[in-house]
């Protein structure tokens, strides 16, 4: 996910991003368009909801949200597609080095 490509974020409350935490990583969903994102949502159970989502660059979802949620994290991008999905975890060269787990002084997003 190029940082300079738009995703889909689908939101909750308060326009947070929707997460899950998986193998000790808080894992923000993102979706390259409606379809990957619908496929989610039947795999989930949940076709028949509206899925509110927001469009975000994925400078703005890797270097500013990423270090905002306080635990390590990382992206889940067209996560119900199989190896066409993709994740971007919380180590350097992905996000910031202050937060990515691999880096000494990094904190893996805890403050």
Do not use: H, I, K, N
């Amino acid at each position: 996910m190029p940082r300079c490509t738009a995703v889909l974020v689908p939101v909750g409350e308060g326009d947070a991003p929707l997460t899950a935490d998986f193998g000790g990583v808080r894992w923000s969903y993102a979706f390259s368009d409606e379809g990957a994102l619908a496929r989610f949502a039947v795999a989930r159970g949940e076709g028949a909801r509206e899925w509110v989502y927001q469009r975000w660059l994925g400078a703005r979802l890797l270097d500013a949200a990423v270090p905002a949620v306080g635990v390590p994290c990382g992206v889940a991008l067209d996560c119900a597609d199989g190896d066409e999905g993709m994740v971007f975890p919380p180590v350097r060269g992905v996000v910031p080095d202050a937060v990515a787990v691999d880096v000494d002084g990094g904190t893996g997003g805890v403050r």
